[in-house]
């Protein structure tokens, strides 16, 4: 699996809603993407997985496009709170183990 | 519930030395998967533990090993320190064997090692 990228940053007001991409090699349809967000001094915590078209749950909805290139978290009217580093990560199946694979990350900074 | 418990929350060891970081998942996860975090190479997954047997491993160094004991209890070892060993040592657990695939992971804190 090549290295999977994110956008380096992001930028948001409060109440706003926010998209971040995670782009990838094409993967099968029973691999999955799973998002986490990290705040500083803390693990990583889980928002959202899947490995179908869309998500959703009470936090976020992830989008898997037709090709599997890619992938997008959206996180409906963020709030100052939201303000953290979003990782994806990629687990490709490969006949007897998967390959895991974090994206670079994501720093969202949101302000009123 | 009580979450994942690293420790120690720091170390600062010397080149050629070992370490050993310690990680207690949440009651009742079975599987133990450890990472590292570093400024350059980002998140990178070292090993995953299950049932006290490795059942996934990335693309480190015969020097970083670890074992799970019975209790689901995990260790994982670093010898031959290395400048570029310094980094946040993460653990997560899950309820079942995690692949990358349907497993949504717990993480603990970390442990911050420094090699000096």
């Known amino acids: 699996l090549a290295k999977t990228t994110q956008p380096i940053s992001m930028d948001s007001y409060e109440g706003q809603e926010v998209n971040i991409t995670c782009s990838h090699n094409?993967?099968?349809?029973?691999?999955?993407i799973t998002w986490y967000q990290q705040f500083p001094s803390q693990g990583p915590r889980f928002i959202i997985q899947?490995?179908?078209t869309k998500v959703t749950n009470e936090v976020a909805s992830l989008f898997i496009p037709a090709d599997r290139k890619s992938s997008t978290l959206s996180l409906p009217r963020v709030s100052l709170s939201d303000t953290a580093v979003y990782y994806c990560?990629?687990?490709?199946?490969?006949?007897?183990?998967?390959?895991?694979?974090f994206g670079t990350g994501t720093r969202l900074q949101v302000t009123l | 519930k009580a979450g994942v418990t690293q420790t120690p929350r720091y170390l600062i060891k010397t080149r050629g030395q070992q370490v050993t970081l310690s990680c207690s998942p949440i009651?009742?996860?079975?599987?133990v998967s450890w990472y590292q975090q570093t400024p350059g190479q980002g998140l990178q997954f070292l090993f995953e533990?299950?049932?006290?047997?490795?059942?996934n491993k990335g693309n480190f160094p015969g020097r970083f090993s670890g074992r799970q004991f019975s209790n689901s209890r995990s260790e994982m070892n670093v010898s031959t320190l290395e400048l570029g060993d310094s980094a946040l040592y993460l653990c997560a657990s899950s309820l079942g064997t995690f692949s990358g695939l349907g497993e949504k992971l717990f993480f603990g804190s970390g442990t911050q090692l420094s090699v000096l």
């Open positions: 094409n993967i099968a349809t029973n691999d999955y």
């Open positions: 009651s009742g996860h079975r599987s």
């Open positions: 533990y299950f049932s006290e047997t490795q059942r």
């Open positions: 990560l990629v687990g490709v199946w490969g006949g007897t183990a998967s390959k895991l694979t």
């Open positions: 899947g490995y179908k």
